[in-house]
């Protein structure tokens, strides 16, 4: 049965996935080069900048705060007002279901001299905020929210916010980057400790003072730092390749090249976790744009065995886990993934969306509270699934219906648009049978 709503997609069972893949740009780092600009001293272009959803939520929050946007053909050009030029919003800040976007635009209001409302869709609306409330508030930042979740209201800022020095209690680069965005606005330098590296994008980006003490790792920041208007290019992003990089793996007679996409290592543990399975993916071409590693990938059909993946190397997958657990169906033994509970804060709860979509098609999955365990290689029949709105499950479901015995239809499909909104077209433009 073909599900006729608009937003249920069905795929089909493939063989032999072919070609070379453009994907979209990375949208972790596309929000940075966007908020960046808006307080940087200046006039910035940023090439290639994602239609997807999250990355426009950015550019229009800023709208709200006064800033200048303006497009000429690919590139985008933002007339940034320093660190305290943002104009006070007349109605609240519409993050939409970005959690970057409002977790790091917290950080630069707590610091303004105005009060702001930050609002987002139920599913961000249903997300941990008291991670970013406890430090802004030790920062001396006036925060509330509803029972620590969004609607927040920030600021305004009486005077210089307090430097502090924060340990991580999860490991979070959006935390982390909220509270390094604060301390643009404190009195000295701002310090944030991790115990496990999150992704690094916004000290790269920023060009901050790392180093590392005790085996940890400390991000400084100096109150009232000048950030300098730049032309970006933002690289393709490595969590939109993840799935074609799995589709690859466990559809025979495979090949896929995906070209200059973001290998920043703080963000490719899959590639550990999938050549520790046996996967051959090969890398060319490595070299520097913007401040952040790029090179091109290749991807041959691989026989998987199974992995233990354990608490170190989460926050480098954290979005690549949904995949990976196509990926363990496909894979000879039981894959065991743990030390992954953030995993039940994201757009909607991504361990229970997977035993759930995974189980509706027939697989048996082991859930824990901090992550799951699948024994393969398993066959999945075709069924109806739910993307939970989800970008990352709908993502996921889809390439897991490529070896199913019989078509999946997943429902909330058109969640894709958050990240990836052709990513339904790249899939049946690599098959070798289109339509
Ligand atoms: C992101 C950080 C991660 C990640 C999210 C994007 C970022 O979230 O899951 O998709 O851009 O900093 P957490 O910081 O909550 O782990």
């Excluded at 490595?286 to 026989?303: K, L, M, N, W």
């Amino acid at each position: 049965m073909v599900d006729n709503n608009k937003n249920t997609r069905s795929v089909r069972p493939a063989d032999g996935l072919r070609g070379t893949i453009h994907l979209p740009a990375d949208k972790s780092i596309a929000q940075r080069t966007a908020l960046f600009a808006g307080i940087a001293e200046g006039t910035s272009r940023i090439e290639g900048y994602p239609s997807s959803a999250d990355p426009q939520s950015a550019l229009s929050c800023l709208r709200q705060l006064g800033i200048q946007i303006e497009t000429d053909e690919d590139v985008l050009i933002i007339h940034g007002k320093g660190i305290r030029g943002f104009s006070p919003p007349s109605e609240p800040i519409d993050c939409g279901n970005s959690g970057t976007t409002l977790r790091l635009l917290s950080g630069l209001l707590a610091g303004q001299n105005f009060r702001s409302t930050l609002i987002g869709d139920e599913s961000l609306s249903s997300r941990p905020m008291g991670r970013i409330l406890d430090p802004l508030r030790q920062m001396n930042a006036r925060v509330d929210s509803v029972e620590g979740h969004a609607p927040l209201t920030v600021g305004p800022a009486s005077g210089p916010l307090s430097a502090i020095e924060y340990t991580l209690p999860v490991a979070s680069a959006q935390v982390k980057s909220c509270v390094l965005l604060a301390g643009l606005y404190a009195d000295s330098v701002t310090t944030v400790i991790e115990t496990l590296p999150s992704r690094d994008h916004t000290e790269r980006m920023l060009g901050l003072d790392t180093g590392i003490q005790h085996g940890k790792r400390l991000v400084h920041i100096r109150g009232g730092m000048k950030v300098e208007p730049r032309n970006w290019t933002i690289p393709s992003d490595f969590s939109a390749a993840s799935f074609f990089i799995v589709a690859a793996c466990i559809t025979p007679g495979s090949v896929l090249k995906m070209p200059n996409v973001g290998l920043n290592p703080t963000r490719t543990g899959l590639l550990e976790v999938l050549r520790a399975m046996g996967a051959r993916i090969e890398i060319e071409n490595q070299r520097e744009i913007s401040s952040e590693p790029v090179g091109d990938i290749t991807v041959y059909a691989s026989q998987l065995a199974s992995v233990t993946v354990t608490k170190d190397i989460i926050p480098s997958l954290i979005d690549e886990i949904p995949i990976l657990c196509v990926a363990a169906i496909q894979a000879t033994g039981r894959t065991e993934i743990r030390g992954a509970g953030e995993l039940r804060h994201k757009e909607t709860d991504r361990i229970d969306a997977m035993v759930k979509g995974l189980g509706a098609l027939g697989a048996k999955v082991e859930e824990f509270e901090d992550g799951l365990a699948i024994e393969g290689p398993q066959q999945l029949h075709g069924g109806h699934v739910s993307a939970f709105d989800d970008h990352r499950i709908a993502m996921s479901m889809a390439i897991s219906a490529l070896s199913a015995s019989d078509p999946v239809h997943i429902s909330g499909a058109d969640s894709v648009a958050v990240s990836f909104p052709e990513f339904f077209r790249t899939l049946d433009s690599i098959r070798p049978d289109p339509n």
